[in-house]
């Protein structure tokens, strides 16, 4: 703990950011954009504000589960996971909520940017997603705690953030926008599941009832090989329509990080996880940017 204390304020704000788990913020603004600039339609300022919002709104989702699972005491000395801040008395807990809110604020303003090139529905988006982030662990019905992590963060992580910054650059919502949403979804899904096997212990005995707890630890591990296994065969049905290209099968050069990760899901448990969970992060942003590599090359070299 004594090293602990001797980060500066910079350093400890940059942990409580949680680096590692943004990846899942900019990977579907990565494939939103990119099915934009295949159907034409790409606009540099608002994939920027979308790229720079979603940043914003994953850090504050993390401030927010920091300090909320603190409160509900989640968080406890023999916690597996990353360091929590607040958690390790590094910040107070008024402090890390203060910097919840001044994120949110600073992902608002990008929202209000893409609302006025875009229109009301990303102020809607935005909105909701600032809530789903809060709520996750805080309010009233902290829906992390039920059982419903993996359905929210499909919606907002896939669907919501893929076609959000498709709209904001296109002002519609297209069939390719849509598909493209679920396999990136399903991959943060995937993050999540992670998080909750290793939780497994901790979350039981502080009830927050995730799937993982609900169902049991190889229910859990099987769900994150089912889960991995949808989003590679979604892409191979979409590269075999009519309606995206077969480039997309570029996205399977992101198999050799799924076998790892796999193995280590199924295998390990404890702290050895946290690698596990960063390696799903990069397999989410490599598959994303081999997803964008494929768009794109269908617009210079059609198959």
């Known amino acids: 703990m004594s090293a602990n204390k001797n980060l500066s304020k910079f350093q400890v704000w940059l942990l409580a950011s949680r680096p590692k788990t943004l990846p899942a913020a900019v990977s579907p603004v990565i494939i939103g954009s990119a099915v934009a600039f295949a159907e034409h339609s790409f606009r540099f300022g608002p994939a920027l504000a979308a790229f720079l919002g979603a940043l914003l709104l994953q850090i504050g989702a993390n401030l927010a589960n920091d300090v909320f699972d603190y409160e509900k005491g989640a968080d406890q000395h023999d916690r597996l996971g990353p360091m929590r801040v607040t958690q390790a008395g590094l910040l107070s807990p008024k402090d890390v909520k203060t910097g919840m809110w001044v994120t949110f604020a600073l992902a608002a303003i990008c929202g ?13 988006i935005g909105l909701l997603a600032i809530l789903a982030a809060i709520a996750y662990t805080g309010g009233p019905f902290p829906y992390g705690y039920k059982g419903l992590g993996e ?73 994150f090989v089912s889960i991995v296994i949808l989003a590679f065969v979604t892409v191979v049905l979409l590269s075999i329509s009519d309606i995206a290209t077969p480039w997309l099968l570029l996205t399977w050069l992101s198999l050799p990080l799924v076998f790892s990760t796999s193995s280590s899901v199924l295998n390990q448990r404890g702290n050895i996880l946290n690698k596990t969970l960063a390696s799903t992060g990069q397999l989410t942003l490599v598959f994303s940017l081999l997803y964008a590599v494929g768009l794109i090359l269908s617009v210079f070299i059609p198959i």
């Open 112 to 124: 209000i940017y893409m609302t006025l090139v875009s229109g009301w529905f990303i102020l809607l």
């Open 151 to 223: 359905i929210f963060v499909f919606i907002f992580f896939g669907f919501a953030a893929v076609c959000g910054t498709y709209y904001a650059q296109t002002n519609t919502i297209s069939q390719l926008a849509v598909l493209s949403s679920i396999p990136v979804g399903l991959l943060i899904v995937a993050i999540l599941v992670v998080n909750n096997v290793r939780d497994y212990e901790s979350d039981k005995s502080a009830n927050k009832k995730t799937l993982a707890v609900r169902f049991g630890l190889e229910w859990a591990r099987q769900e």
